[in-house]
């Protein structure tokens, strides 16, 4: 057994509440009343459609994804291996919502995640946002910027709005040149 009990219910569900805790997760992943395997699948088609979507998804949640789900998909297989198919046996007496307990459902095999490095500031290393986010700190005009990214300099602009806004990043402008404080390192 690695880093993950396949066996613990509770930790799956952790992250699960860690997903449903993040801004972008529109369709919430149902964690009460629902087995294993679905919740295992639910948390897996959850966290392809944030990559899909380009999100960011916390490094932690990642891990677990490409450790601790791969060893739980591994335990759920091997419990429904010894379970024999009953199809073509008469079963009048059983009732047909007993049956149903019964399925037990494979999650899909997931995709390894890679991890997303970022800028000081959030941005994707090796994007425009990200360029931008170093050129701040250096301290540049949003012309100089804009030609230097062969952008224009209203995308320059709406990045330090975007920084202001959204990551609460101070910004000064002193004589046409913008300036950003970098962030204070956690304690």
């Known amino acids: 057994m690695g880093k993950y009990d396949p066996t613990n219910h509770g930790e799956l569900k952790k992250y699960c509440k860690l997903l449903n805790g993040m801004e972008e997760v529109t369709a919430k992943i149902k964690i009460v009343g629902v087995d294993k395997s679905t919740l295992v699948e639910n948390f897996i088609k959850t966290v392809n459609a944030l990559d899909e979507a380009g999100v960011d998804i916390a490094e932690e949640i990642i891990t677990f994804y490409n450790d601790g789900i791969k060893e739980i998909t591994e335990t759920l297989e091997e419990d ?54 170093e050129m701040l700190l250096k301290g540049i005009t949003i012309i100089d910027m804009a030609k230097q990214l062969k952008t224009t300099p209203s995308r320059v602009k709406s990045h330090i709005e975007h920084l202001k806004t959204n990551k609460k990043v101070e910004i000064v402008c002193e004589n046409g040149v913008y300036t950003a404080k970098a962030p204070k390192a956690p304690k």
């Open 80 to 133: 429904t291996e010894g379970e024999e198919d009953t199809e073509g046996e008469e079963d009048t007496e059983e009732d047909p919502a007993l049956k149903k307990e019964k399925k037990v459902k494979k999650p899909k095999p997931h995709k390894e995640k890679k991890v997303i490095k970022l800028s000081i500031f959030g941005s994707r290393v090796g994007t425009q946002a990200a360029a931008i986010d």
